[in-house]
């Protein structure tokens, strides 16, 4: 399987005739058609790669890899990778972890629950994946138990530990505009006496989904001085002096690729000594020259060919300039798609797919940070007006939004309060001179404030940055909070939260086109 | 007796100016929504929906609004979108939150917007470098950075103007940057007088001079008057303001 598609990726680099090529789809649809058959009888037909700190594997240029609907691609643009004593592939700290853990090529630079779950049987839940301190609910409870992991298993999400209230650079505590109540707290963390909000380093835990370490040169790109969501300074490279585009992390509290390297060392792997500069230099190399996305699908064959959509495929990733906004009609986010339209029926539902992102009209209400900075609530626009940014629809500007996930009413948790929640869940109170919380007010229920636990702001609560759309199909599930098991309950979500009244028909065209992205 | 003298004295002196507070109404039409506000019984045009760099920023549902604008000259000018046009109009969104702002009319055959630079979708608009002015400023200037009542948050315009201002004075190495905050009264149609929050003279100042800080301009001056503006029902948005002035 993985060889056809590296010989699909090879393939579009070589003119070839229409005839061949045409054979060729049919090849790779028949293959994928077969073991697509064979997998729902044999589940492990599809061995999942699963690549273990210190391993020492030699990664290809080109790799692939299968999933249920399709390949992922996975593309290191400056050549082989040796990971042998290569810093990112390599425990660097006491827990025996490396960034591989949990940025994973075979789940698009981020790890599945599917791949998790597989982890969990196969080591007994030995794997240091599940490390105690955030790879498990609470680091105090007993961590032989599944149960104990249970938002990681079942969410994909790991613990977020963070300091409350904030700090600045300086380590002097910043001022904030509310207080913070745990109100309910299922894993015990939050209210914890060592670990919680009480504890003598005071602390939020909030859970998280791994966010791609992919395609990054698009997500550091495109920074302003001002933002233009807040009106003030953005953060700035402590190396550079440059502003920064703010998009890194759910709450943009990295400011570059090293902080982030440092940040990851000492907290996921637990390192007691901070790592060397060319170690930092090491991992941010390799994770800003590696690319993915979907590469060949069951259905619609190869994504990445001659006079195909031009924004498939880990090769336009590479070659695509970063921090272009595709928001308008002549240049769109993902590139045009108006080659598959006509009568392949999984084709023209992608396109169509890709219409409905960038053209189906419905009104975004109530979204802080978008509708309050100027454009107006409701304001009737298109998915892509919050996803704008070619190639991964981000934000081009600073990507935080509260579109609803996190805050009450409109969070993914049980919708009845009185049902029980897997997440924490916090009340906040903003301060009588604060400015409130544009749709929310002064008291808001969360289960993850998001940008405001780093800025300390009301308007933040809520606010999570956008992720990059590519390798979806592989890194299941979605949002940060692990909430949308497939890009069905993803659709499902915009449905309800702006009423966007999607036929079925619709919705099917829209899990296609973000399947293929 | 005297109040209503007044009243009538200001309506005079104010002749076709619009102050007031109320929920805003959208009215949906084939393109972009139209965004209108009652009072006494009229409706008034406020604007259409467009886009962050544009002049005009709509006002928001759950949210009342402060309303200052001036009926178009011409008495026999057509409505627009249902609602007599104001224009120049100051749109200022209210912080705290009003549930009862909720309106939201369906289209209307015969109910159109004015024609949008920007449509309801992604832009069609090719992105152009603005002329530089800079270039052609000479010796010492004041720049103006305009807010929304009550509010302390940067719009886009206003954004470019601080950018502007940090640009102007790197050009010309400036010796002296002057920031200077002020917090202003509105008069409303009614009478009844808005008077900006205590110390807000004094944080829009100093969030400037922390933007032109971060921009590379050092030696700012900074001060504010705490004393509210007075309001006069005609010009109050020019008063909610920071100056910056620029010298050699």
Same mark, same amino acid.
């Given at each position: 399987?993985?060889?056809?598609?590296?010989?699909?990726?090879l393939?579009?680099?070589?003119?070839q005739?229409? +005839?061949?090529r045409?054979?060729?789809?049919?090849i790779v649809?028949?293959?994928?058609?077969?073991?697509?058959?064979?997998?729902?009888?044999y589940?492990?037909?599809?061995?999942?790669?699963?690549?273990?700190?210190?391993?020492?594997?030699?990664?290809?240029?080109?790799?692939a890899f299968? %999933?249920?609907?399709?390949?992922l691609?996975?593309?290191?643009?400056?050549?082989?990778?040796n990971t042998e004593?290569?810093?990112f592939?390599t425990?660097?700290?006491?827990?025996?972890?490396?960034?591989v853990?949990?940025?994973q090529?075979?789940?698009?630079?981020s790890?599945?629950?599917?791949?998790?779950?597989?982890?969990?049987?196969?080591?007994?839940?030995?794997?240091p994946?599940?490390?105690?301190?955030?790879?498990?609910?609470?680091?105090?409870?007993?961590?032989e138990?599944?149960?104990s992991?249970?938002?990681?298993?079942?969410?994909?999400?790991f613990r977020?530990?963070?300091?409350w209230?904030?700090?600045?650079?300086?380590?002097?505590?910043k001022?904030?505009?509310f207080?913070?109540?745990?109100?309910r707290?299922?894993?015990?963390?939050?209210? %914890?006496?060592e670990?919680?909000?009480k504890?003598?380093?005071?602390?939020?835990?909030v859970?998280?989904?791994?966010?791609?370490?992919?395609?990054l040169?698009?997500?550091?790109?495109?920074?302003?001085?001002?933002?233009?969501?807040?009106g003030?300074?953005?953060?700035v490279d402590?190396?550079?002096?440059?502003p920064?585009s703010?998009?890194l +992390?759910?709450?943009?509290?990295?400011p %570059?690729?090293?902080?982030?390297?440092?940040?990851?060392?000492?907290?996921?792997?637990?390192?007691r000594?901070a790592p060397?500069? *060319?170690q930092?230099?090491?991992i941010?190399e390799?994770? %800003?020259?590696?690319?993915?996305a979907?590469?060949?699908?069951?259905?619609?064959?190869?994504l990445?060919?001659?006079?195909?959509?031009?924004?498939?495929?880990?090769?336009?990733?590479?070659?695509?300039?970063?921090?272009v906004?595709?928001?308008?009609?002549?240049?769109?986010v993902f590139?045009s798609?108006?080659s598959?339209k006509?009568?392949?029926?999984y084709?023209?539902?992608?396109?169509?797919?890709a219409?409905?992102f +960038?053209f189906?009209q419905?009104w975004?209400?109530?979204a802080a940070?978008i509708?309050s900075?100027?454009?107006g609530?409701p304001?009737?626009?298109?998915?892509?007006?919050?996803?704008?940014?070619?190639?991964?629809?981000?934000?081009?500007s600073?990507?935080?939004?509260?579109?609803?996930?996190?805050?009450?009413?409109?969070?993914?948790?049980?919708a009845t309060?009185?049902?029980?929640?897997?997440?924490?869940?916090f009340?906040?109170?903003?301060?009588?001179?604060?400015?409130?919380? *544009?749709?929310?007010?002064?008291v808001i229920?969360?289960?993850?404030?998001?940008?405001?636990?780093?800025?300390?702001?009301?308007v933040?609560?809520?606010?999570?940055?956008?992720?990059?759309l590519?390798?979806?199909?592989?890194r299941?599930?979605y949002?940060?909070n692990?909430?949308?098991?497939?890009l069905r309950?993803?659709?499902?979500?915009?449905?309800?939260?702006f009423?966007?009244?999607l036929?079925?028909?619709e919705k099917e065209d829209?899990i296609?086109?973000?399947?293929v992205? | 007796?005297?109040f209503?003298?007044f009243?009538?004295?200001?309506?005079v002196?104010?002749g076709?100016?619009r102050?007031?507070?109320?929920?805003p109404?959208?009215?949906d039409?084939?393109?972009?929504?139209?965004?209108?506000?009652?009072?006494?019984?009229e409706l008034?045009?406020?604007?259409?929906?467009?886009?962050?760099?544009?002049?005009?920023?709509?006002?928001?549902?759950?949210?009342?609004?402060?309303?200052?604008?001036?009926?178009?000259?011409?008495?026999?000018a057509?409505r627009?979108c249902?609602?007599?046009?104001?224009?120049?109009?100051?749109?200022?969104?209210?912080?705290?939150?009003n549930?009862?702002?909720n309106?939201l009319?369906?289209a209307?055959?015969?109910?159109?917007?004015?024609a949008?630079?920007?449509?309801?979708?992604p832009?069609?608009l090719?992105?152009?470098e603005?002329?530089n002015?800079?270039?052609?400023?000479?010796?010492r200037?004041?720049?103006?950075?305009?807010?929304?009542?009550?509010?302390?948050?940067?719009e886009?315009a206003?954004?470019?103007v601080?950018t502007e201002?940090?640009?102007?004075?790197?050009?010309?190495?400036a010796?002296?940057?002057?920031?200077?905050g002020?917090?202003?009264?509105?008069?409303?149609?009614?009478?009844?007088?808005?008077?900006?929050?205590a110390?807000l003279?004094?944080k829009?100042?100093q969030?400037?001079?922390?933007?032109?800080?971060?921009?590379?301009?050092?030696?700012?001056?900074?001060?504010?008057?705490?004393e509210?503006?007075p309001?006069?029902?005609q010009?109050?948005?020019?008063?909610?303001?920071?100056?910056?002035?620029?010298a050699p």
């Open positions: 399987m993985t060889g056809w598609v590296g010989l699909c990726y393939y579009e680099r070589q003119p005739n229409i +005839m061949r045409l054979f060729f789809i049919a649809v028949l293959v994928f058609g077969i073991a697509l058959t064979l997998s729902a009888q589940q492990d037909r599809f061995k999942i790669t699963w690549i273990e700190p210190g391993s020492g594997a030699l990664l290809p240029e080109f790799d299968d %999933s249920v609907e399709g390949t691609g996975v593309l290191n643009a400056s050549g082989p990778v004593g290569h810093p592939f425990p660097l700290g006491t827990n025996g972890r490396a960034c853990n949990c940025h090529p075979t789940y698009a630079m790890v599945s629950t599917a791949g998790l779950l597989e982890r969990w049987r196969t080591t007994d839940g030995k794997d994946v599940f490390a105690a301190f955030d790879g498990s609910n609470c680091p105090g409870l007993p961590q138990k599944e149960s992991h249970s938002l990681l298993l079942k969410r994909g999400l977020i530990p963070l300091p209230p904030p700090k600045n650079a300086d380590g002097s505590a001022p904030v505009e207080t913070i109540e745990v109100v707290d299922p894993t015990g963390c939050n209210t %914890s006496r670990f919680g909000l504890s003598a380093e005071p602390t939020i835990s859970y998280r989904r791994p966010r791609p370490a992919a395609n040169k698009y997500v550091t790109s495109g920074g302003q001085p001002i933002v233009l969501k807040t003030t300074l953005a953060d402590p190396e550079t002096g440059k920064v703010m998009n +992390m759910t709450d943009a509290r990295e %570059s690729l090293k902080t982030q390297a440092v940040s990851a060392i000492m907290g996921h792997e637990q390192a000594v060397s500069d *060319p930092i230099q090491k941010v390799y994770e %800003s020259q590696v690319y993915v979907q590469q060949a699908h069951i259905f619609g064959g190869p990445a060919v001659a006079g195909g959509p031009p924004g498939l495929g880990v090769a336009a990733l590479r070659d695509h300039r970063a921090g906004l595709g928001d308008n009609d002549y240049d769109p590139g798609f108006s598959w006509g009568n392949d029926y084709r023209s539902s992608v396109a169509r797919g219409d409905i +960038m189906r419905f975004l209400r109530d940070h509708n900075i100027g454009l609530n304001l009737k626009r298109t998915c892509a007006t919050c996803h704008n940014a070619q190639m991964t629809g981000q934000d081009l600073a990507g935080w939004v509260d579109v609803g996930t996190t805050n009450y009413p409109t969070w993914t948790e049980p309060w009185a049902d029980s929640s897997e997440l924490p869940v009340k906040i109170t903003c301060a009588r001179d604060a400015d409130p919380h *544009p749709y929310l007010g002064r229920y969360t289960t993850d404030p998001g940008r405001a636990l780093i800025s300390g702001r009301c933040d609560v809520g606010s999570i940055v956008m992720q990059q590519r390798g979806l199909a592989a299941a599930p949002f940060a692990g909430s949308a098991k497939t309950e993803v659709v499902d979500f915009y449905d309800r939260r009423d966007m009244k036929t079925d028909e829209l296609n086109f973000l399947g992205l | 007796m005297r209503g003298l009243i009538l004295g200001a309506l002196a104010l076709q100016q102050s007031f507070v109320s929920c109404i959208v009215r039409t084939k393109t972009v929504p139209c965004f209108l506000a009652e009072y006494e019984g008034y045009y406020l604007g259409i929906q467009q886009d962050i760099t544009s002049a005009f920023h709509p006002p928001q549902l759950k949210h009342e609004v402060l309303v200052e604008g001036r009926i178009a000259s011409d008495p026999g057509p627009v249902g609602g007599i046009p104001l224009q120049p109009v100051s749109i200022s969104v209210l912080k705290e939150v549930l009862s702002c309106t009319l369906p209307e055959p015969g109910i159109d917007a004015p949008a630079p920007r449509g309801p979708g832009s069609s090719h992105r152009t603005a002329a002015p800079r270039k052609t400023l000479t010796g200037q004041e720049f103006t950075v305009l807010y929304a009542f009550n509010d302390d948050y940067l886009f206003a954004n470019a601080v201002a940090a640009a102007y004075a790197k050009q010309i190495g010796s002296n940057v002057k920031v200077s002020y917090r202003a009264t509105t008069l409303l149609s009614n009478g009844d007088r808005l008077v900006e929050k110390g003279a004094e829009r100042a969030n400037i001079a922390t933007l032109l800080r971060g921009l590379g301009v050092s030696s700012t001056v900074v001060e504010s008057k705490n509210p503006e309001g006069d029902g010009t109050d948005p020019s008063r909610r303001r920071v100056t910056i002035v620029v």
